[in-house]
T-cell receptor, first 114, second 116 residues
Framework: AQKVTQAQTEISVVEKEDVTLDCVYE???????LFWYKQPPSGELVFLIR??????QNEISGRYSWNFQKSTSSFNFTITASQVVDSAVYFC???????????FGAGTRLTVKP | GAGVSQTPSNKVTEKGKYVELRCDPI?????LYWYRQSLGQGPEFLIY????????DSGLPNDRFFAVRPEGSVSTLKIQRTERGDSAVYLC??????????????FGPGTRLTVL
C-alpha cells in the first residue's frame, strides 16, 4: 500500500521561530517521488519541491530545507525564521514511478503569529 | 506565463442537478489531472489524461462522474445527478510530460462545488 502520513494536524509558532513539518510515507516500490506543496488561504496548491527515491541529499532553498531519510521513510520540511506569510496548509505527497496518481497526506496547517 | 485556470471558482447547485467544471492547463502541457479535495483532507486523484484520452480513470467514484478533453487541451469534468456528498473543491493539475515520467504537477485554484 502507498500512504503518506502527516501526523501534525496543526502547528502554531511565533514569527522567527524555526518549525519542522513531518512527513512519513509507505511504499514497497523502489522508484518513487516525494513532493511538498503549500496551500495558502487562496486555495491554490503551490509546488515547493520534488525529490526522487535515489537522491537522499538534503536540500536548502532560502529559509526552506528538506531532510529525506529512506531509512525512516521520512521527508521532513523545515522553515527557518518563520514569517507570517508562511501561514498555510502544507501537503506532502508520494508518487510511484509508473503510477498516475499522487497520494497526498492530510496536510499540516501552519499558523505563524506576529 | 499563465498557470492552470479553472472556471467557475465557485458553483452552487441543487441535489440532482448536472454540473460541468472546466480546466485550462498550462500551454504545452500534455498531461492533465483532476483531483477532489474534501474539507480538511489532501487532494484525491480522480482521472488522468494524456493528450485527448483518459489514460487512467480509476479514481472516479462512480459513473455519475465523467471527464473529457476533446482537443488535448481544455478539460471538462462532468457530474450528473449531483449529491450532497459531491461537495468539495475540485482541483485540476497539468504537467509537461506524461505521468510515467513523473514530471511536476502544477495545480489550478480549484472550483468549490456546493450541492444543496
Amino acid at each position: 500500500a502507498q500512504k503518506v502520513t502527516q501526523a501534525q494536524t496543526e502547528i502554531s509558532v511565533v514569527e522567527k521561530e524555526d518549525v519542522t513539518l513531518d512527513c512519513v510515507y509507505e511504499t514497497r516500490d523502489t522508484t518513487y517521488y516525494l513532493f511538498w506543496y503549500k496551500q495558502p488561504p487562496s486555495g491554490e496548491l503551490v509546488f515547493l519541491i520534488r525529490r526522487n527515491s535515489f537522491d537522499e541529499q538534503n536540500e536548502i532553498s532560502g529559509r526552506y530545507s528538506w531532510n529525506f531519510q529512506k531509512s525512516t521513510s521520512s521527508f521532513n520540511f523545515t522553515i527557518t525564521a518563520s514569517q507570517v506569510v508562511d501561514s498555510a496548509v502544507y501537503f506532502c505527497a508520494l508518487k510511484m514511478w509508473g503510477n498516475n496518481d499522487m497520494r497526498f497526506g492530510a496536510g499540516t496547517r501552519l499558523t505563524v503569529k506576529p | 506565463g499563465a498557470g492552470v485556470s479553472q472556471t467557475p471558482s465557485n458553483k452552487v447547485t441543487e441535489k440532482g442537478k448536472y454540473v460541468e467544471l472546466r480546466c485550462d492547463p498550462i500551454s504545452g502541457h500534455t498531461a492533465l489531472y483532476w483531483y477532489r479535495q474534501s474539507l480538511g483532507q489532501g487532494p484525491e486523484f480522480l482521472i488522468y489524461f494524456q493528450g485527448t484520452g483518459a489514460a487512467d480513470d480509476s479514481g472516479l467514484p462512480n459513473d455519475r462522474f465523467f471527464a473529457v478533453r476533446p482537443e488535448g487541451s481544455v478539460s471538462t469534468l462532468k457530474i450528473q445527478r449531483t449529491e450532497r456528498g459531491d461537495s468539495a473543491v475540485y482541483l485540476c493539475a497539468s504537467s509537461l510530460v506524461p505521468s510515467g515520467l513523473t514530471d511536476t504537477q502544477y495545480f489550478g485554484p480549484g472550483t468549490r462545488l456546493t450541492v444543496l
